[in-house]
């Protein structure tokens, strides 16, 4: 079974369609209207070996917080459909990626249980055209909306570019370990027999 969803979202700030699979190969098609943050959802469905088609339009003449922070909202609740009842997924990923000087820690749990920990200091306000600050909006909205335990620390950096590419590398690749399919496992990975 090809795990996957799509959902549009419209308010008055933005308007997104958005389709993910999980069981991809990397694949993807993005605008926000934010060309650095293009970059980085390209890396992390690369480096996750997930599809992903994202059309954002956003009141950007405001700023780029609505527009990503809702992306995040989107993202987390499509990989809440996908995963469906989470039966036999591993939940659990952790990814180590450096990138040059930089080196980042993501380990996430798909527990039920949404909570962000953001360990990451960028050395610049920007990076192209959008403020650094806005990557932990956008993990806390897509923590909070897809029920994820998500912890983010930077060991090693001082490039802010470097250090947000291998933030949304090691994001991909840390769950696409933890929704990997393990037949060993029967029914949901917890004792209380749910992920909710």
């Known amino acids: 079974m090809i795990r996957k969803a799509s959902l549009k979202r419209k308010t008055y700030e933005t308007d997104i369609s958005m389709e993910l699979n ?22 992390f469905a690369r480096h996750g070996l997930m599809d992903l088609t994202v059309e954002a339009k956003g009141d950007l003449e405001v700023d780029a917080h609505h527009t990503v922070e809702d992306v995040g909202i989107v993202l987390g609740q499509l990989i809440k459909e996908a995963l469906g009842d989470k039966k036999s997924v591993k939940r659990y990923g952790t990814s180590y990626v450096p990138m040059d000087e930089s080196l980042v820690l993501v380990s996430l749990d798909l527990s039920g249980r949404p909570f962000l920990v953001f360990d990451v200091n960028f050395a610049c306000e920007k990076t192209g055209t959008m403020e650094t600050e806005l990557f932990e909006e956008f993990f806390r ?21 470097h250090i947000a590419e291998a933030v949304f590398k090691a994001f991909g690749r840390a769950l696409d370990e933890a929704t990997k399919i393990d037949e060993r496992i029967k029914g949901i990975m917890s004792t209380k027999g749910t992920l909710d």
Not at 141 to 161: D, F, P, Q, Y
């Open 141 to 161: 909205a897509v923590s909070h909306n897809a029920g994820m335990t998500l912890h983010i620390k930077l060991l090693h950096g001082s490039n802010s570019h």
């Open 22 to 43: 999980i069981d991809g190969e990397g694949k993807s098609n993005i605008s926000t209207g934010i060309g650095f943050f293009d970059h980085m959802l390209n890396l």
